[in-house]
């Protein structure tokens, strides 16, 4: 009975405890109060050109690495470094005939490419670049705005720049922008689901959903190491969001010619190569924010000189490094995997992520249960203990899982040794495996060989 | 009563969504009228937005736009719906019934709404002032728990039903890509699989057959169906151009 009591009163005490803590934990710490709105115009269009600079700058730079990568030069004549032949390409862009097919839906055709392009640049507005600097004679943060659901904004605005790919598929009357724009989009939702979900454990260790708050609760403790599963689902959501190499299943040229802007041509095609860069650049932000600790300078840095490093304009330093080493990510991704099938990733997706990250969302519910003391007053042992368990079922579903793959991937019988040419073409011997002798083989066939299976009426598949 | 922004931006969004929704009932093609119903919901969300309801709105994006209309335009797409529906009525009366019926339903919701009475207003700033979502969750999570967990439920329930009805067993396993190679080669042939249709650099529709060296078309680089619907296209023009060339190349023009 008194257990009961004590437990009830426990359990009470750590209610209240928490209650006043979460009172006004979700809602924004930025704040805006000094800033007129003619300075908030001024920051949106430096998101803008920030934005801008860093796409010209970008494709010089992804064409750099993967030559290097590939030991040729690539782009080095246009100025100093080539770094003006983005410039020069883009020009060439603007000027190239705009080629409307006669199939198409002229509207729809036309709005399609404003809406990829135009929606790329909106979900930047909640990223925080740096802490709160003066600007005009103004105290203001470095983050064009904020609001209680920030990340949930970048989520809708996605699910919204979605319209501009099925739109385009649909409106160019084709067949490969239609299956190109339906590949696309299903790609993308798919993968909106299992990036929301691998949010979730980064909104229970902040409280917030807010950006602001996020990187704020980040000061001791990047969210990378507590929710290092998040960031592993993070990773490879955003590559398939932003319909980047190993995941460009939309414009698989062998397959689908250009995907759905195989009729686009000039600006409006620019329009979806420069919102397909943008959108980099926010998953990037995104991922910058929410797991390594946003604008804050790298742990050593920041404790130099009593966190000199962690004010004013330092902060877009550390962020615009971060937001560049996930961009070199991106582009090493690129130069080393190939493309992967489109029903093998959409398995993944669905049958692998989503489950994988619902049972890791609802295990840290558990670890922050135990932090918070639903578990008792003494929270270091309920959450040594919690985390036990979790990692004890972990290992035990993992073993399982391996024994079963082990039962499965019994090698089948191999004979010692092989004829090479049995099959009418040359084979190699598997390891352990010895060739057999020609001239042995030549006796044998004039014995009288058994002809092969015929299965030529079964249907062939166009591999 | 609204501040400066909040009027511009009502007075911006509102005409255009009276015209997303007057298109969705005066639009012919099925696909526009999804989009003007489409932006009619983003604006909504926005509207949710200016009045302090930000995970209303963004919800209401996010759910509806992003994946309710996502999955209406994707049946119309694949479909391909057009207005050439029959406009003869198949049940006798259909029309009047519809029309009474829909009639009854406005009058009885008029009557529940404006018999409806309201306390009187706390404003949104008192209700947000613990945190818009934080306030979210104690309704959700606390006062109506249990009809928010019948509803899941149902829809669960009625998720699984639809899976249930449009499911069907596979009578045999499928291959795999692995396997179809395998079979290929003990058969030996077509090892890297049929030839791809069309003639190089010239037209590379499906339709097309290839040409195999020696300038004859490829019967099996063009699907069956297109065969069978004698739907493929000559390639003699083609051939006739390639001949031309491989003369100019043997031969010269001059001679």
């Known amino acids: 009975m008194s257990l009961i009591v004590s437990l009830a009163a426990g359990a009470q005490n750590g209610v209240h405890a928490i209650a006043p803590s979460l009172a006004s934990a979700d809602n924004p710490i930025a704040d805006f109060s000094d800033t007129p709105w003619w300075l908030s115009l001024i920051k949106a269009l430096l998101v803008f050109v920030f934005l801008l600079i860093n796409t010209l700058l970008v494709i010089w730079f992804e064409r750099r690495v993967i030559g290097r990568m590939q030991q040729r030069p690539g782009p080095n004549r246009t100025g100093p470094f080539g770094l003006l032949q983005t410039l020069a390409d883009g020009l060439k862009l603007a000027f190239k005939e705009d080629l409307t097919p006669k199939n ?31 600007m005009f004679g103004h105290r203001t943060p470095l983050q064009l705005t904020d609001t209680p659901v920030a990340v949930l904004l970048v989520l809708a605005v996605a699910g919204v720049g979605v319209y501009g790919i099925i739109m385009a598929g649909w409106s160019s009357g084709s067949t490969y922008p239609l299956l190109g724009g339906l590949r696309s989009t299903a790609q993308v939702i798919s993968y909106e689901i299992a990036m929301g979900l691998s949010l979730v454990a980064v909104f229970l260790y902040s409280g917030s959903m807010s950006t602001s708050q996020i990187v704020a609760s980040q000061k001791s403790l990047w969210f990378i190491i507590p929710a290092f599963f998040s960031f592993l689902v993070y990773v490879v959501t955003m ?146 203990i919690v985390v036990g368990v979790i990692s004890l079922i972990a290992l035990a579903a993992a073993w399982l899982w391996e024994g079963q793959h082990e039962a499965a991937a019994v090698p089948a019988e191999r004979p010692e040794e092989i004829d090479p040419f049995a099959g009418g073409y040359p084979v190699p011997p598997m390891p352990g495996q010895r060739l057999r002798e020609p001239s042995q083989q030549a006796e044998r066939s004039l014995a009288g060989s058994t002809g092969h299976p015929e299965l030529s009426d079964q249907e062939e598949s166009r591999g | 009563m609204t501040s400066g922004g909040e009027a511009v931006l009502f007075w ?12 969705l009932l005066l639009v012919r093609k099925a696909v526009h009228v999804a989009l003007g119903m489409a932006v009619v919901m983003i604006n909504l969300g926005i509207f949710y937005i200016a009045q302090n309801a930000e995970f209303l709105g963004i919800v209401q994006i996010v759910v509806y736009t992003g994946a309710v209309m996502m999955l209406f335009i994707f049946v119309l797409m694949l479909i391909g719906v057009d207005s050439s529906d029959s406009l003869v009525e198949t049940i006798k009366g259909q029309k ?151 003369r100019e190349i043997e031969e010269g023009t001059n001679r």
């Open chain 1, 104 to 134: 198409a839906d002229k509207v729809v055709f036309l709005l399609a490419p404003m809406i990829a392009g135009a929606m790329a640049f909106i979900s930047f507005s909640i990223i925080p670049m740096g802490p709160v600097v003066s």
């Open chain 1, 239 to 384: 590559v398939g969001e932003t319909n980047r190499l190993p995941f460009d299943l939309a414009e698989g040229e062998g397959e689908l010619t250009g995907g759905f802007h195989t009729e686009y041509s000039s600006m409006k095609f620019a329009m979806f190569f420069l919102g397909e860069y943008v959108n980099m650049f926010t998953v990037s932000a995104l991922a910058t924010t929410m797991f390594l600790g946003g604008w804050q300078a790298p742990p050593g840095i920041a404790a130099i000189n009593d966190g000199m490093f962690n004010q004013g304009w330092w902060g877009l330093l550390w962020f615009v490094i971060k937001l560049w080493s996930f961009m070199f990510f991106f582009v090493w991704l690129r130069g080393s995997l190939p493309r992967v099938r489109y029903d093998q990733f959409m398995r993944f997706g669905w049958k692998f992520l989503i489950p994988v990250t619902l049972l890791w969302v609802v295990s840290v519910a558990f670890i922050r249960g135990a932090q918070l003391a639903f578990f008792g007053e003494s929270t270091r042992t309920a959450t040594v």
């Open chain 2, 12 to 23: 911006i969004l509102a005409p255009v969504s009276v015209l997303g929704a007057l298109g």
């Open chain 2, 96 to 246: 009047i019934a519809g029309l009474l019926l829909s009639t009854g339903l406005g009058v009885a919701l008029f009557a529940a709404i404006g018999s409806a009475t309201f306390a009187s207003p706390i404003g949104l700033k008192e209700v947000n002032a613990g945190g818009n979502i934080t306030g979210m969750a104690v309704l959700i999570f606390g006062k109506y728990v249990w009809a928010f967990e019948v509803t899941s439920a149902l829809l669960i329930t009625a998720a699984l039903a639809a899976m249930v009805l449009a499911h069907r067993e596979r009578l045999t396993p499928r291959p795999t890509q692995r396997q179809w190679s395998e079979r290929r080669f003990q058969v030996g042939k077509n090892l890297a699989g049929l030839p791809a249709p069309g003639v190089y650099a010239r037209r590379n529709a499906v339709d097309t057959p290839a040409l195999l060296p020696d300038g004859t078309p490829s019967e099996a680089s063009v699907p069956r169906v297109l065969t069978a619907r004698e739907q493929v296209n000559d390639p003699e023009p083609y051939a006739g151009a390639e001949r031309a060339i491989e």
